[in-house]
């Protein structure tokens, strides 16, 4: 069990490194990774491509965080367990002989 909760916060980890590159690498203007290639319009042969494959990138790896960590949730939530009752061994009643004074039970109301 421990060792599937590491791989999958190893996987969130990486995945989580891949959105802010990707994050990064964008520009809310539009220019981002296609300007810093040369682009001058987004266009200009094939860059409105790169900056779909970002935003379909971003969407993705935000998916994909979120699916890991439910994932992990599932895998290792575990539920309480209430510790077992604890068997008492049997007492040994004295018998009736033997009692010194009789007992009293108060009555219920």
Do not use: H
């Amino acid at each position: 069990m421990d060792t599937i909760f590491t791989l999958l916060m190893i996987l969130i980890m990486i995945a989580s490194v891949l959105l802010v590159i990707v994050v990064m690498a964008q520009n809310p203007k539009g220019g981002g990774l296609s300007s810093t290639f040369g682009g001058t319009s987004s266009t200009q042969f094939g860059v409105q491509r790169t900056n779909d494959f970002m935003e379909k990138s971003t969407w993705t790896l935000g998916a994909v965080i979120i699916v890991l960590i439910l994932i992990s949730v599932v895998v290792t939530g575990k539920p309480k367990q209430t510790a077992p009752a604890i068997p008492q061994a049997p007492t040994k009643e004295a018998p009736a002989s033997q009692s010194s004074a009789p007992v009293s039970v108060p009555a219920n109301k």
